[in-house]
């Protein structure tokens, strides 16, 4: 998890603890480690690196139509338990869950 151009502040409720390099942060709620802009380098450019490329993807994504028309509101956006199969999948609402989802493919 990370969030960037703001400080690790901005990410609450996960009792966060810094690692000593001061890179990255840890918290028994989070699988993994969790990054902010506000942390020692090269945490910094590699937070702005990756805002960098999910702007990318968003766009590249958000101009593919979609690739059967079954991929179209799937479940209304309630898609708790649902396994995704490779394609674009586009909604016209909210899309929320509250269990696992799944994403098949290579």
Same mark, same amino acid.
């Given at each position: =998890?990370?969030?960037?151009? =703001?400080?690790?502040?901005?990410?609450?409720?996960?009792?966060?603890?810094?690692?000593?390099?001061?890179?990255?942060?840890?918290?028994?709620?989070?699988?993994?480690?969790?990054?902010?802009?506000?942390?020692?380098?090269?945490?910094? /450019?590699?937070?702005?690196?990756? =805002? /960098?490329?999910?702007?990318?993807?968003?766009?590249?994504?958000?101009?593919?139509? =979609?690739?059967?028309? /079954?991929?179209?509101?799937?479940?209304?956006?309630?898609?708790?338990?649902?396994?995704?199969?490779?394609?674009?999948?586009?909604?016209?609402?909210?899309?929320?869950?509250?269990?696992?989802?799944?994403?098949?493919?290579?």
């Amino acid at each position: =998890i990370g969030v960037s151009p =703001i400080a690790a502040t901005a990410m609450t409720g996960f009792s966060l603890a810094a690692d000593s390099s001061n890179t990255f942060s840890t918290s028994t709620q989070i699988k993994g480690k969790a990054y902010a802009a506000d942390y020692a380098p090269p945490t910094p /450019s590699k937070m702005t690196t990756a =805002i /960098s490329d999910m702007e990318t993807a968003y766009t590249d994504a958000a101009g593919r139509p =979609i690739s059967d028309n /079954s991929n179209l509101n799937v479940k209304s956006g309630l898609i708790s338990g649902t396994t995704f199969e490779p394609g674009v999948y586009k909604w016209g609402s909210d899309v929320m869950f509250d269990s696992d989802i799944y994403i098949k493919g290579s």
